[in-house]
């Protein structure tokens, strides 16, 4: 007899600061921010409060209508037919951001350990990886994302003090990079880094207290805006500003850097461990909200029908871009695509719902 | 709480606390006075913990004896009628509860405002032979049902520990089902019934510990098993179901978690922060027998940069003449380790296993020093052989043992990224796995349960046990 | 899925990983290349220098060896090659070895004088992008050819490579002969704007080959590859080199590298030697370090940059040959402000001659990134452009706190 596994808002927290963390590894999402050069850090920062304000209203909103989901709050807004386009839209950035990260994450393998190895060979340990981990679910991926959360801190908090010494503060001046007026105009595109929040929203249902989905949510969005800006401060300071928009992996090139007598030097193999076991979870967790998302709008009984041809997709997708170069442009592209879809689109079903119901009970 | 004032309201509060008559051990029988005749009094003790030869000799007979001329029955006038030190009167029902919890019997009287308590001797209990250097000395499991149930009793002495009594009629035996109400879930608990019921019970008792801890077929058990009382008390507190079963002298403890299968049989014994740190002591030794030898692999044939220089170059004239590749050796390796524990294991003896088990280090050495193998890949497989040893619950070593092979597999063909490829399939299975509808990285009872369960964290202040 | 159909999934990745190990190497299949040397020939040729460990002589004990180890000499082979780019020079030197000479163990680079007045830039970019060499090499400035300094090496009481070079790295930490710097060092300085990077120096010294040691020329501190010694490597490293962007343009005296890394902030214990204020004809030696960090006032004075330093030094007796007793409140004055004037002439000098290169190892060029607003400003007004146009008023201050064991002056009689 099968039970539903339910967690607290903490636990979904942990699983969704591990899967945006994730990212900090990949050229593409840490490549938005080169725009908004010395003051990177608090670009991300005000990304990540903005992130927050727009989902804290649907976080709030999902979780009073009946079924917890975007999906359920598109169809009480607007029927089947929004709640498919929703799921259409949703799970399709959710896809179309998996495959590409897919063919970086392989991409990445290759170019950073083993040469000679066929980049497909990777991605095919990859999808097994999160084939595996999107047909286990979001139950099972926030326990494992709540176990490894700490250790993928650690190391991480590891190498940015392992790298400190290299840094010179001085290095991230000016303050405000492109000036005042250009940062806050060039945040809002950094906020499409926290667009696989979105697969908080497909594990909300599981929440036993569902009312806080706001706790997750703004514990994922903060607790990751002040990783990643604790990241590129070290990385501003250590490689100045020029010379770091040309570092295509930035947190694999602080791990190089670290110096801790004969045995903590040249460890950036180790983190690479840490680093395809942190793409999995990421992968597997926003493939698993993808599928949930498609079986819930079309009535499926079980997300697992879905999982296989999303993959296929997503791993299509992964060998469109014919070089790691334009999949890196073909991600940083899709930032605006992503904010729209991630944030607008359920805002915007939140307001038309509030306006509706206020509708509903006036007549 | 008073005594309550009718025989009848004694018995029905009786069945309150200590949940009888569905609680096994907890005896509740009528006495009858030589005077006046006819009139009847309780006596409530708890098997096991009050040793039944004292009651009959220091209660039954002398209450039997005695007459009451003008026929009116008081606890004082009992009390003296028994004459000892260890009689004495209880007015607050609670307290009597905790003193029969404790191992004394109680007396109650029609009317009477007080229950007569006789404090009754602690039960026989079979030890380990002797005590061993570095543990404690500690009690462990006979083969009487009831004797077991009270070593338990004796470390938690709480009213809401259940003991389910359910029989196994073609093995002639009874089987308990231990829980903490409040404290474990109801729905683990009725599945656990239900096996002991669907002859679960009946397997484990003539099948003994295979059965009693192997279900489907996978990697995790479905039941961990345990000899220790102090154990099993623990994990009771903590939530869990335990199995006890007539003649068996192991207890099965449900559901399986990560937790518990890190948790020793004497983290009881242990102040907190040790226990604590004993467990991450076993979490290091999970994880170095896991990558141990794989991480030697991945470090020497894709990651040589790791590997501090001056200490490469003394390596790589040590491994000139080697005539196995780094991944042959530790393979073959570990392939022995395994057979010379599977050897000690057939040998008489009680040191035979580890006898083995140094004779394979003596053998690795001399390879070693034959130039045959590294000695690097010797003293890796040496030490993550010990770490097997350092973890005590088999059920964790067995899951373990197979899967280091994976491991060397996943870093001969892909270095550290095959490794963590099959480290994340190997979590995420675990991940999934449920036992009795508890996630493997869960705990017991509350967080998992259906809306309207019990949550445990409402029920903080409770007190039980010394 | 049930619990068989997920072991099935294992299984089945067990399987496909195992015709994988395209990447696999024995670690006994590699020719570890320690030291890299690159240089630009007299034809304009790049000229890239390998130093190889040569692995059999090194053992650990009870281990049969093929060949006796030879504790007097360092077991490692030096190798050429001729090439358009490093890279390619490396695959080029790989058909003289029967092992695949491997990149990821190399802890040193040495860069030829001729090279570097050409510009380094793509060369430690060409490094940088490679997975193998990394930012954490010890970098090093060959005042002559690389060749040389990698041919010549013949360390004392060395027989492992690598541990060679931690050794100068450690030696360049403790003793100040020269900045203990890496590769990522040169390569962030060069690209953050607003100061130019700088080199520890390494040379041959023709001279030292002999023992004892040849009469000293002046009495100036040395300049790397004529330090007055005898005995030990013929190749030395002492100095530093400057560069004015990554071109190099000269190099500086052991004296000269303590007061630069004291301008940065960035000096330990060093060893000076000076005039004694009472007798000039005798010398003191101090060992002193800086007491705080430097204080930077930067302004700007007429539209031109203008930086004020203040250095605070605490200092202790070594040897004292005169018959002053320095530790006496006011003899002790007169030293400190003898020792304060020594450590200003040397900083004025050591400016001077950075105002001729013009060049900005301090980093001066930084102080000023935080007065501009937005980060294009600070481009537009150009640093490099200004450099010249800097003017630095140095203030130093010594404080004499330890004298050794002995207390008074050296002559006693």
């Not at chain 2, 995790?220 to 939530?239: C, F, I, N, Q, Y």
């Not at chain 2, 692999?297 to 000139?320: D, G, K």
Request: with cysteine; aromatic share 8%; charged share 15%.
């Amino acid at each position: 007899m099968a039970r539903e596994i339910r967690y607290g808002s903490w636990s979904l927290a942990a699983a969704g600061l591990t899967v945006l963390f994730a990212q900090a590894f990949h050229p593409s999402m840490l490549g938005v921010l080169w725009a908004a050069e010395t003051a990177g850090w608090l670009a991300l920062l005000l990304a990540g409060l903005l992130a927050f304000a727009l989902f804290w209203p649907v976080a709030v909103q999902v979780a009073r209508v009946p079924g917890s989901s975007l999906i359920s709050l598109a169809r009480e807004t607007g029927g089947r037919p929004t709640a498919v386009a929703t799921a259409l839209l949703a799970g399709g950035l959710l896809v179309y951001h998996s495959g590409l990260v897919l063919r970086e994450a392989s991409e990445m393998a290759v170019t950073l350990v083993y040469p000679h190895t066929p980049q497909t060979f990777a991605m095919v340990a990859l999808v097994i990886c999160v084939l595996y981990g999107a047909l286990g679910g979001i139950d099972a991926m926030v326990l494992l994302c709540r176990s490894f959360l700490p250790v993928l801190l650690l190391v991480t908090v590891g190498i940015l003090f392992g790298t400190l010494g290299w840094g010179e503060i001085r290095y991230l001046l000016p303050l405000w990079g492109p000036g005042p007026g250009l940062l806050l105009a060039r945040t809002p595109l950094v906020v499409a880094i926290y667009s696989p929040l979105l697969f908080l929203l497909a594990g909300a249902s599981r929440l036993h207290d569902r009312q806080h989905l706001w706790r997750a949510g703004l514990v994922a969005t903060v607790g990751v805006a002040l990783l990643f800006a604790a990241v590129k401060v070290v990385l501003v300071m250590t490689f100045p500003y020029p010379l770091g928009s040309t570092i295509a992996f930035p947190l694999h090139a602080l791990a190089r850097l670290v110096i801790g007598g004969r045995f903590f030097e040249r460890i950036e193999s180790l983190w690479l461990f840490f680093w395809v076991y942190a793409t999995a979870c990421h992968l597997g967790a926003v493939l698993h909200a993808s599928a949930a998302m498609y079986a819930e709008a079309v009535g499926f009984p079980s997300h697992r029908t879905a999982v296989l041809p999303l993959l296929l997709t997503a791993g299509t997708i992964a060998l469109f871009p014919p070089d790691i170069g334009r999949a890196i442009a073909w991600h940083v592209k899709l930032a605006p695509v992503a904010l729209g879809i991630a944030f607008g689109l359920p805002f915007l079903l939140v307001v038309v719902h509030l306006i509706r119901g206020r509708v509903s009970n006036g007549g | 709480m008073p005594i309550p004032p009718t025989l009848e309201s004694v018995r029905d509060a009786i069945a309150a606390s200590l949940h009888w008559p569905n609680n096994l051990g907890v005896e509740l029988q009528p006495v009858h006075p030589a005077e006046p005749q006819g009139v009847e009094m309780l006596l409530l003790y708890i098997q096991g913990l009050a040793d039944e030869e004292l009651i009959r000799l220091r209660v039954l007979e002398p209450v039997s004896r005695f007459s009451c001329q003008d026929g009116r029955l008081t606890p004082a006038r009992i009390r003296t009628a028994l004459h000892s030190p260890r009689v004495r009167l209880e007015g607050d029902f609670d307290a009597v509860i905790e003193g029969v919890l404790k191992g004394a019997a109680a007396l109650f009287v029609q009317g009477g405002a007080d229950a007569v308590m006789v404090e009754i001797g602690s039960p026989a209990t079979r030890t380990t032979g002797g005590v061993t250097s570095e543990q404690p000395h500690m009690d462990v499991f006979g083969t009487e049902l009831i004797d077991n149930l009270a070593l338990v009793r004796q470390r938690l002495s709480d009213p809401a520990l259940i003991a389910e009594p359910h029989s196994l009629p073609r093995q002639r035996g009874t089987a308990a089902v231990l829980f903490l109400e409040g404290r474990a879930d109801p729905e683990v608990v009725a599945q656990v019934r239900a096996w002991v019921e669907r002859r679960g019970g009946e397997e484990a008792m003539r099948r003994g510990l295979a059965a009693g801890i192997r279900g489907k077929v996978g990697l995790l058990p479905e039941r961990l098993s345990s000899k220790w009382p102090d154990h099993v008390a623990t994990m009771l507190d903590t939530g869990y179901v335990v199995v006890m079963i007539d003649r068996v002298y192991h207890a099965y403890i449900a559901p399986v978690t990560a937790t518990a299968m890190l948790a020793g049989a004497f983290d009881a014994v242990q102040i907190r922060p040790n226990s604590h740190l004993l467990r991450l002591v076993r979490f290091t030794l999970c994880v170095l027998v896991l990558i141990g030898s794989s991480s030697l692999v991945a470090l020497m044939n894709y990651h040589h940069e790791m590997i501090p220089a001056p200490f490469l170059m003394a390596l790589v004239s040590i491994r000139e003449s080697a005539p196995l590749p780094i991944l042959g050796s530790v393979l073959a390796l570990e392939a022995f380790q395994e057979m010379m524990r599977e050897a000690g294991f057939h040998l008489p003896g009680r040191f035979a296993a580890g006898a083995a088990l140094i004779a394979g280090k003596i053998l690795i050495l001399i390879l070693v020093q034959g130039g045959v193998i590294g000695a690097l890949e010797g003293a890796v497989s040496v030490g993550v052989a010990f770490a097997t040893l350092g973890l005590l619950n088999y059920e964790l070593v067995y899951m373990l043992r197979p899967l280091r092979f994976a491991m060397i597999l996943g870093a001969g063909a892909f270095g550290f990224f095959g490794m963590a490829t099959i480290l994340f399939l190997i979590s995420m299975y675990l991940a999934q796995s449920k036992s009795y509808g508890v996630p493997f990285f869960g705990e017991p009872g509350i967080h998992y349960a259906a809306p309207g369960g019990i949550s445990s964290r409402t029920q903080g202040g409770r007190t039980h046990g010394p | 899925m049930g619990k068989k159909h997920r072991l099935g999934v294992l299984l089945l990745l067990g399987v496909m990983l195992l015709p994988g190990c395209w990447d696999r190497m024995e670690v006994e299949d590699m020719a570890y290349m320690v030291a890299l040397g690159v240089d630009r020939d007299e034809e304009g040729e790049l000229m890239v220098t390998v130093m190889v460990a040569t692995t059999p002589e090194l053992t650990a004990g009870g281990v049969p060896a093929p060949v006796k180890p030879d504790y007097s000499r360092l077991s490692a082979k030096v190798l050429t090659a001729r090439g358009n780019t490093i890279t390619e020079a490396l695959y080029v030197i790989n058909g003289g070895l029967t092992r695949r000479l491997d990149l990821r163990q190399v802890r040193a680079v040495i860069v030829g004088e001729g090279l570097a007045r050409e510009g380094l830039e793509a060369y430690v970019m060409e490094l940088t992008r490679s997975p193998w060499a990394r930012g954490n090499v010890f970098f090093a400035q060959a005042r002559g050819r690389a060749y040389d300094v990698l041919a010549r090496i013949e360390p004392v009481a060395e027989v492992n490579p690598p541990k060679m070079i931690e050794g100068l790295i450690i030696q360049g930490k403790s003793l100040h002969l020269a900045p203990p710097l890496r590769m990522h060092h040169f390569l962030a300085r060069h690209a953050a704007n607003g100061g130019d990077p700088y080199l520890p120096a390494m040379a041959m010294n023709a001279e030292a080959t002999g023992s004892p040691a040849e009469p000293r020329v002046s009495d100036e501190s040395a300049l790397p590859g004529e330090l007055p010694r005898g005995g030990g490597s013929p190749v030395e490293y002492a100095g530093t080199a400057i560069f004015s962007s990554d071109r190099l343009v000269g190099f500086l005296n052991v004296d000269q590298t303590q007061m630069l890394l004291a301008l940065r902030g960035e000096m330990g214990k060093a060893y000076t030697t000076f005039p004694d204020p009472d007798h000039p004809e005798k010398k003191v030696t101090m060992r002193f370090h800086m007491e705080n960090m430097p204080k930077y006032t930067a302004t700007f004075r007429n539209g031109k940059p203008h930086v004020r330093v203040r250095l605070l030094f605490e200092g202790e007796v070594l040897a004292a040959p005169g018959g002053t007793d320095y530790s006496v409140p006011e003899a002790r004055v007169r030293l400190e402000e003898a020792a304060s004037k020594y450590a200003r002439e040397r900083i004025h000098g050591l400016l001077e001659r950075l105002e001729e290169w013009e060049a900005d190892p301090v980093g001066f060029g930084h102080l000023y990134r935080g007065r501009f607003m937005s980060w294009q400003a600070w481009e537009s007004y150009d640093w490099r452009t200004h450099v010249d146009d800097l003017t630095v008023d140095v203030e130093t201050e010594m404080r004499i706190r330890r004298h050794g064991l002995v207390v008074g002056p050296d002559q006693i009689s």
